[in-house]
């Protein structure tokens, strides 16, 4: 997902999104978490259990706790409030960027250490200003997190004049398409490409598959629309540098001589689509993971902003995952 999502082309989607049949795709982000069921489910448009959406036959994953006997004892989960936070730090970065640093819950930064974890920030008490931020790096011991954003409208520039306070949402974790497989991956071999904005996932995602004794290799697609570099880890990881469609040869030689078991792809369409394509040219296919890329208002699938169509089904993609 392209964090924050106030300018984006038309179309933008990762390119394997219309490829996953419904059946594969329609699995509840929140399901079996302390924030279901959400409020979806009274309005029978829960995204997991068929029964609460009026049909006749259970055909759930099973997240682990039947969600429709939860509702009968408790009728909602928990609701993400938005909470204000004291600003810690707060920078204009080399490449003017801005870092904010702010003071959050023990059990917030934990959360929000899983890779695609986003927040929605604001500056004052108006949720008209909410606008999510990729998490870039989240420290429960320091009870610390990190956001790092461009100047691009109305809510950033607000964002920007805070007043030592900031109004934060969350904790959010669907960013990312193709999450399971990198909750998955332990002592895997993982490629992350990845250029523009998408490029504030990266810190998070690659500390979480270190953690799991993935090994990683970063190529960082030229020019970037943020500049991680110095929050990667980068004692344990390889980076690379390289300019897209130019070095699309050299992607391929470098995917071809890792052989990796997981490749991650984040950026516009046409990065997407060319590490799509690139991926099945390898002699033996990986796993794929994108980041998520579509409209968000709410970040709770009610407003309707986030639907695609999938297979003649609308699909509330902020809370759906594969």
């Known amino acids: 997902m392209a964090f924050p999502v106030e300018r984006r082309e038309h179309g933008h989607r990762a390119p394997f999104h219309s490829d996953i049949p419904p059946g594969d795709r329609l699995s509840c982000v929140d399901a079996g978490s302390r924030y279901c069921p959400c409020a979806l489910a009274p309005l ?41 936070v004291p600003v810690l730090r707060s920078a204009v970065r080399p490449d003017g960027t801005i870092a904010l640093t702010v003071r959050v819950s023990p059990l917030l930064a934990a959360e929000l250490q899983s890779p695609g974890s986003f927040v929605f920030a604001r500056r004052d008490d108006n949720p008209h200003f909410d606008a999510p931020f990729a998490v870039i790096q989240a420290s429960p011991a320091k009870r610390e997190l990190t956001l790092v954003f461009r100047t691009l409208g109305p809510k950033t520039k607000s964002l920007r004049t805070h007043d030592g306070f900031i109004w934060l949402r969350g904790p959010y974790w669907n960013g990312i398409a193709g999450r399971g497989f990198i909750d998955a991956a332990c002592g895997k071999k993982c490629l992350l490409v990845a250029g523009g904005v998408s490029v504030a996932i990266l810190p998070n995602l ?96 009610i407003c309707g902003a986030c639907i695609e169509m999938v297979k003649g089904k609308p699909v509330r993609t902020c809370k759906t995952m594969r």
């Open 44 to 84: 029978g448009e829960c995204i997991e259990c068929s029964l609460m959406r009026g049909e006749a036959i259970c055909a759930c994953r099973w997240p682990g706790a039947c969600i429709l006997e939860h509702a009968k004892w408790r009728e909602q989960g928990e609701v993400r409030q938005s909470r204000l």
């Open 206 to 301: 690659a500390a979480s598959l270190l953690r799991r004794s993935n090994s990683v290799t970063v190529v960082l697609a030229l020019p970037l629309g943020l500049h991680v570099s110095d929050f990667l880890p980068q004692e344990a990881i390889e980076t690379v540098e390289m300019s897209f469609p130019e070095d699309r040869p050299r992607l391929l030689a470098l995917m071809k001589d890792r052989s990796p078991d997981l490749v991650f792809g984040g950026g516009g369409r046409l990065l997407q689509l060319m590490v799509n394509e690139l991926v099945g040219e390898l002699p033996v296919m990986p796993d794929k993971a994108f980041a998520q890329d579509h409209n968000m208002c709410c970040g709770e699938g």
